[in-house]
């Protein structure tokens, strides 16, 4: 089981459906339009398939920061999300992911941090982001295999890495 994590408002749902619809499409890759969503409440389980081979993803609401412990247990993987653009939220996604990195039950969990919403005017570089997170000291201290990407979920930028990355992590 993949675990997507955040902060609340950082674009997890969206990311879902469009990998969703990225992973079982036959038509190149068309998205289509952007689908409504609403925040996360509570969990979400969403089944990605990926080159014939179904990969379950489970959306924990930003909100529930505080019980996301309870469900690392059976977890194999994480793809934490962070809002690129929303400057504000930059500190307490700091904390939340070294929370999560620290867990030791994720010890052996293969991460991917997503910088989600790049396609927004005023979205943060990934030089500063990098540095804001100081990124290269997390993943110099952390147990885990750590992957950063920049994606859009709005967009579809960035989307096929993502799914190569659960491809890859999920192979045996």
């Known amino acids: 089981m993949c675990l997507l994590l955040g902060a609340a408002g950082t674009g997890k749902t969206l990311l879902v459906k469009r990998l969703q619809k990225l992973g079982s499409s036959d038509d190149g890759g068309d998205l289509g339009d952007v689908p409504p969503t ?13 080159q014939k081979r179904t990969i379950t993803v489970r959306e924990l ?17 994480v793809m934490f999300v962070i809002d690129a653009a929303n400057p504000r939220q930059i500190s307490a996604s700091c904390i939340q992911l070294l929370s999560v990195l620290s867990a030791d039950t994720l010890a052996t969990a293969s991460v991917l941090i997503l910088f989600n919403k790049i396609d927004l005017s005023g979205c943060m570089s990934l030089l500063e982001l990098k540095s804001l997170f100081r990124l290269n000291d997390i993943i110099s201290c952390a147990k885990q295999a750590i992957t950063v990407l920049e994606v859009s979920a709005r967009d579809g930028t960035g989307l096929p890495a ?8 999920y192979k045996d």
Do not use: A, E, F
């Open 38 to 50: 609403l925040s996360t409440v509570g969990t979400n389980l969403t089944d990605l398939v990926i």
């Open 162 to 169: 993502v799914l190569q990355w659960l491809y890859t992590v």
């Open 61 to 77: 609401g930003g909100c529930m920061g505080p019980i996301w412990p309870s469900y690392y247990r059976d977890c194999s993987s």
